[in-house]
C-alpha cells in the first residue's frame, strides 16, 4: 500500500483545512484496514487525528471531533481531512496513514506499527 497526501501548505487563522490521501495498492474497502490521519506538531510526538474504517465509519481524538471530518471517495480510492477553525496550534506535518487494529487518544504512535504511513504534507497556520 501506498499514500500520498496532498493540500495546501499554508492556511489562514480561522480557515478551513482540507487535505487528500490518494491511495494506491489496496482498497478503501477492504475489509482488514483502517484509515487515519495523524500529525506531528513541532516538538511533539506523533498524534492520532481521527479515522475512517473500511465500512466508511469514523471516529476522532475528542479534541478535535468538533472541527474535524473524514471522509472517502471510493471511486477514486482516497480520502480526505477536513478541519476548520484552524488556529496557530494546528500547525503541524500531516500523514495519512493505514493499520490493521484500532487506535485512540490513547495509542502510542509508532510508524514502524502502520502498514503505511505517507510522506506527510507541512501545514503552517499563519496570517
Known amino acids: 500500500v501506498q499514500l500520498q497526501e496532498s493540500g495546501p501548505g499554508l492556511v489562514r487563522p480561522t480557515q478551513t483545512l482540507s487535505l487528500t490521501c490518494a491511495v494506491s495498492g489496496d482498497s478503501l474497502t477492504t475489509i482488514r484496514y483502517h484509515w487515519s490521519w495523524l500529525r506531528q506538531r513541532p516538538g511533539l510526538g506523533p498524534e492520532w487525528v481521527g479515522t475512517?474504517?473500511?465500512?466508511?465509519?469514523?471516529n476522532y481524538d475528542p479534541s478535535l471531533k468538533r472541527r474535524t471530518s473524514i471522509s472517502r471517495d471510493t471511486v477514486n480510492n482516497q480520502f480526505t481531512l477536513q478541519m476548520n477553525s484552524m488556529t496557530p496550534e494546528d500547525t503541524a506535518v500531516y500523514h495519512c496513514a493505514t493499520h490493521t487494529y484500532p487506535i485512540g487518544p490513547l495509542t502510542a504512535i509508532r510508524q514502524r506499527d502502520f502498514v503505511a504511513w505517507g510522506q506527510g504534507v507541512q501545514v503552517t497556520v499563519s496570517s
Open positions: 475512517i474504517k473500511y465500512a466508511g465509519n469514523t
